[in-house]
Each structure stands twice: as structure tokens, then as C-alpha cells.
């Protein structure tokens, strides 16, 4: 059984910056594309960030474009998050997951969830 354990949520106020950690096994983390979800309270499920890491390539909703930063340590097996400017809108349950193509609607393994409280 495939397991994505993150870690790094924690509370901080608008504007401050927190960094997000997920520890994949390595053949997941080579072969997969490797993505951060987010979910807020009565809100659907979101890709926030997505890195394609066999070409190099990334991508970021509109939202937090120009904030965040996904990142991936193949030496470490982790995946990263690192969140700047953060605003009360980004309190959110972040799940780190892995896809088959960053393009797939399907994740094929999820992380059990960090939580993410900003306040203004």
C-alpha cells in the first residue's frame, strides 16, 4: 500500500509563510505526477499545484500563482509546498497526491491531510 505522509500545517497569520512536506516512496515520486490539494470547509476539493519532475514541469492555480511553490527532492523522496503571502482565503486541509498525468481527473494515492489555518 502507497503512503503520502505530509506534514508542516500549522496556523499563521496573513501574510506569513508556511512550508508543506510530503514523503512519498521514491518509485512514486519518479513515475508519478506529484500534486498539493486543498480543501475548505464547504468547498469542493482543488489542485493548487502540480509537478511533472520526468519534464521539469509545474503548474499553479490561478489563486495562489506567483505564492506557491512546488518542489520535489528526488534525493529525499519529498515533495514540498512552500506557501508565501499566505491570506485567510488559504485555510484549507492541504493532501498531497500522486497522479498518473498531472492532466488526469483521477488521483491514483492521496496523503491523509495537513491542516492549514490563516487568519487575518
Known amino acids: 500500500q502507497v503512503q503520502l505522509v505530509e506534514s508542516g500545517g500549522g496556523s499563521v497569520q496573513a501574510g506569513g509563510s508556511l512550508r508543506l512536506s510530503c514523503a512519498a516512496p521514491?518509485?512514486?515520486?519518479?513515475?508519478?505526477?506529484m500534486a498539493w490539494f486543498r480543501q475548505a470547509p464547504g468547498k469542493e476539493r482543488e489542485g493548487v499545484a502540480f509537478?511533472?519532475?520526468?519534464?521539469?514541469?509545474?503548474r499553479y492555480t490561478d489563486s495562489v500563482q506567483g505564492r506557491f511553490t512546488i518542489s520535489q527532492d528526488n534525493a529525499k523522496n519529498t515533495l514540498y509546498l512552500q506557501m508565501n503571502n499566505l491570506t485567510p482565503e488559504d485555510t484549507a486541509m492541504y493532501y498531497c497526491?500522486?497522479?498518473?498525468?498531472?492532466?488526469?481527473?483521477?488521483?491514483?494515492?492521496w496523503g491523509q491531510g495537513t491542516q492549514v489555518t490563516v487568519s487575518s
Open positions: 521514491g518509485y512514486i515520486g519518479s513515475r508519478y505526477c
Open positions: 497526491a500522486a497522479l498518473l498525468k498531472c492532466s488526469d481527473k483521477t488521483v491514483s494515492y
Open positions: 509537478i511533472y519532475s520526468s519534464f521539469g514541469t509545474t
